[in-house]
């Protein structure tokens, strides 16, 4: 069946772009008006390859996986977990399999169907692994499991790969020699035979190339050795020899033992350290999203007026973008506490995910104290030393099933330290006054501090306070990587050896050349 290319946007006015397999385009469009799609381009897929081509590497899968894996164990929605991993993702091969996903789950399809249709990118293991979890309900924890595999195969197929460089680069200079041995040593013997009148026989060839034929056999010693020549009319013929050793190989063979002995000890080089950072902080930032914040008292930079959610979105993006190395989560309240953003280092994807919330979709009410104990249960997974909670509020606590001083309380026990924001107007009634006594009551039971913002500068400031009493505290892990040195006496044995051998067979090459030429010039 034909695949399309299209681009569309949904109901929010988002432009989305993915391929889908359909018989003809106007399959494509009735498809996509039926889910609630504007129609803004259709192409068959040989048309658009072009654009979206380029490979999968195995890492990009295995991120890919570990990612998935942390979103579902989070609680995020399958559909919105990859969405967020086809617009996070660098490779652009990978963003068009995942936005077919994408649309594929949207349809109907399970996730494992949904993969199967990308061979080339997600093997036959990992859809039925992937079929197996979602049947299982434990999804999160085959990804997992899966990017733990493809992680290790992957390292095994470097380190075989590693391995196998050095004998490639002996056999490659080995052919390099025998090459240069035939094309350019041997023609010089041809021309040196073929000045003297003699042609460069096979036999002298083989002789050259393969080594000696030796050959025992049974003899008579005489002390009358010429009276026996004499009579049988033979003349002489040279026997065996004792050869000596030379200077050159009385100095090769202690050279060469050292070198064999060096390579056994297996040197090493000792790399300079490798440091690896790691934050000793976890910092969570609750985030207020009741109808009261749709307020505009804020003003922007530029002048223009802004509801209280779109200051804090951009207060809090300079505020996360200053706390690389930590690890930061994001939940969101109203009628009730929700996680929108577990615990991650990819803080793109927690300002992500930050601009994506919108004033209500929490719920109209405020409560304070169910949003400390949703941090509180999210710290229990944490191992980091110092646990932070950020709470920003412009109301009171109108319907917590834990009242915010109790689970105060909790967060203190836990070691969990809460400072608070509040932003609405002390002076208001209902449920709009922001309960100013209540935010202090909590941050001093956890030892934080309180603040209360009246416009967009003071907000920057208190966050900026909060980014220098919060000061990054990072733990470095420092690996010193061996690298093996034991192939370089080995490949110096080797050479060394084959010189010499090469240097004896010239040698005896020119003595048979001067003792055969000799005859001729005479």
Not at 90 to 113: I, M, P, W, Y
Not at 119 to 135: H, I, Q, R
Not at 331 to 348: I, K, S
Not at 473 to 490: F, G, I, V
Request: with cysteine.
């Amino acid at each position: 069946m034909p695949q399309f290319t299209y681009t569309a946007r949904d109901a929010k006015g988002e432009l989305k772009t993915a391929t889908i397999d359909a018989p003809n385009r106007e399959d494509v469009v009735q498809q996509l008006r039926r889910m609630r799609m504007n129609v803004v381009k259709v192409e068959e897929q040989s048309k658009a390859k072009q654009k979206t081509g380029g490979s999968i590497a195995m890492r990009d899968i295995v991120i890919f996986t570990r990612q998935f894996s942390t979103m579902i164990n989070s609680g995020l929605p399958l559909v919105q977990a990859l969405d967020i991993l086809s617009k996070q993702s660098e490779n652009k091969a990978l963003q068009a399999v995942t936005r077919q996903v994408v649309f594929d789950v949207e349809s109907g399809h399970t996730v494992a169907d949904a993969l199967g249709k990308h061979p080339k990118a997600f093997s036959d293991l990992y859809v039925n692994m992937v079929a197996a979890g979602e049947a299982g309900g434990i999804l999160d924890t085959i990804l997992m499991r899966l990017a733990t595999f493809m992680e290790k195969n992957d390292a095994l197929v470097r380190k075989v790969k590693g391995a196998m460089i050095y004998p490639g680069v002996i056999m490659s200079v080995a052919a390099i020699a025998i090459m240069v041995l035939l094309i350019f040593v041997i023609p010089v013997f041809q021309s040196m035979f073929a000045s003297v009148g003699l042609a460069l026989p096979l036999p002298f060839v083989v002789w050259w190339l393969l080594p000696a034929y030796r050959e025992s056999i049974e003899s008579v010693r005489v002390p009358f050795f010429e009276q026996v020549a004499a009579a049988t009319g033979q003349p002489p013929r040279r026997g065996a020899a004792v050869l000596r050793r030379t200077l050159l190989q009385w100095l090769l063979a202690p050279l060469a033992w050292v070198l064999v002995v060096l390579a056994v000890a297996r040197p090493e080089w000792v790399e300079p350290p490798l440091r690896k950072t790691e934050t000793a902080r976890d910092l969570l930032l609750a985030v207020d999203l009741s109808q009261s914040m749709e307020a505009r008292d804020f003003e922007a930079p530029d002048g223009r007026r802004l509801d209280r959610l779109e200051a804090v979105k951009l207060v809090l993006e300079d505020f996360i973008v200053r706390r690389r190395g930590d690890r930061l989560g994001l939940v969101v309240f109203g009628d009730g506490a929700y996680l929108q953003a577990p615990f991650t280092r990819d803080l793109d994807a927690c300002r992500a995910l930050l601009e994506e919330t919108r004033t209500g979709m929490a719920g109209p009410h405020t409560v304070i104290g169910d949003a400390i104990g949703l941090g509180i249960r999210l710290f229990e997974a944490s191992d980091a030393r110092d646990k932070v909670l950020v709470l920003l509020t412009d109301g009171n606590d109108t319907g917590s099933r834990v009242p915010p001083a109790q689970a105060a309380a909790l967060a203190a026990e836990h070691g969990l330290r809460v400072h608070t924001i509040g932003i609405g107007d002390p002076a208001a009634t209902g449920e709009d006054r922001v309960d100013l006594d209540t935010l202090r009551r909590v941050s001093a039971a956890t030892g934080g501090r309180s603040y209360v913002a009246r416009d967009r500068e003071g907000l920057a400031g208190i966050y900026a306070e909060l980014d220098r009493l919060e000061a990054r505290e990072l733990q470095t892990a420092s690996y010193r990587p061996r690298r093996p040195l034991y192939h370089w006496p080995l490949g110096a044995v080797v050479v060394l050896l084959f010189a010499y051998h090469a240097l004896m067979a010239a040698r005896r090459l020119l003595q048979w050349l001067v003792r055969h030429a000799e005859p001729a010039y005479a």
